[in-house]
């Protein structure tokens, strides 16, 4: 019995609505890179502000088509997919957060490849990774795991202990290259985990399972990102943390609409436990769930 798995191709830059507050549009789709008041992947927000403070149009022209200013770091992706409305939100809500402050002089080192005990935790960084499409992100979480996210699957890759990214090449090539992994790749996925538990596949009672993937952005709480998406038209968002003793994740799901009911399907190592006592879920308990993995 086979399960087929259709992917969309998505993008990691995505349309904001006009709905939207300045400060979700920017979370969703600048602040991985662009923090208010240091170099992260990209300038700080003061110096952005110094730049394009009376420009609001260039600041839109630069996001459309931008190129290198310089030699060092990685060129920022075009911002098009996100329209020009949305850019102007950006542009309004830079000003906002960067007004009084000054830039925090730089430290000389390279923060995705610093020694482990300083690494900043939590913290996300879109970056080209090993087993991963293009869009690859990156995140550090709180204690000593990390894992790779890919928004073009949308889905866990895996997670590694140690420390966080050392992308030393990546930035003083032309950005092209892979970042490498800070430690020891302790659990990997090979598949989306959640498959339908009914349907009609080639073997009777088995699910064929076609489930279009669509990745829509993620959001911050305490640094530690929720990342938005549709599998199968249903919107999901997916919160991954670590367990307090270090000993595995917790990842919790909320699926919204209609979904159908579950059965969770993990990769060796991890043992895995739902918060509904089963690795069958419900329509009503796919609703909102909590597996827990562990590797200890």
Not at 23 to 41: E, G, I, M, N, P
Not at 170 to 194: C, F, M
Not at 220 to 232: A, N, Q, R
Not at 262 to 284: D, F
Request: charge should be positive; include cysteine.
């Amino acid at each position: 019995m086979k399960h087929f798995i259709t992917l969309t191709a998505a993008v990691a830059l995505v349309a904001v609505s006009n709905a939207d507050d300045p400060k979700t549009v920017f979370q969703v789709q600048c602040a991985a890179c662009h923090a208010v008041d240091r170099v992260l992947v990209g300038p700080s927000l003061v110096e952005i502000s110094g730049i394009y403070r009376n420009n609001p149009d260039g600041f839109v022209q630069w996001c459309m088509k931008p190129g290198r200013k310089r030699l060092a770091g990685i060129e920022m992706p075009s911002m098009a997919a996100v329209g020009e409305p949305a850019l102007r939100q950006i542009h309004a809500y830079i000003l906002k957060e960067a007004a009084g402050k000054k830039e925090q002089k730089a430290t000389g080192v390279d923060p995705f490849a610093v020694p482990r005990a300083q690494v900043r935790r939590p913290q996300v960084q879109r970056m080209f990774l090993a087993e991963a499409s293009p869009a690859a992100i990156a995140v550090a979480l709180p204690g000593d795991l990390s894992y790779c996210f890919d928004a073009s699957e949308c889905r866990l890759r895996y997670v590694w202990k140690g420390g966080f990214l050392n992308a030393s090449e990546h930035w003083l090539g032309n950005g092209s290259k892979q970042a490498a992994v800070d430690g020891e790749i302790i659990y990997r996925e090979t598949a989306y985990p959640l498959l339908a538990n009914e349907g009609n596949g080639p073997d009777p009672g088995e699910p064929e399972i076609v489930q279009p993937v669509k990745f829509t952005g993620y959001t911050l709480k305490d640094g530690v990102p929720s990342f938005h998406y549709t599998h199968g038209g249903i919107p999901v968002v997916e919160t991954i943390r670590p367990l307090p003793d270090g000993s595995g994740i917790e990842r919790t799901f909320e699926m919204g609409g209609n979904p159908p009911g579950l059965k969770v399907v993990v990769a060796a190592p991890a043992r895995v436990e739902s918060s509904t006592g089963s690795l069958a879920l419900t329509a009503a308990q796919a609703k909102s769930f909590t597996l827990t993995l562990r590797w200890k």
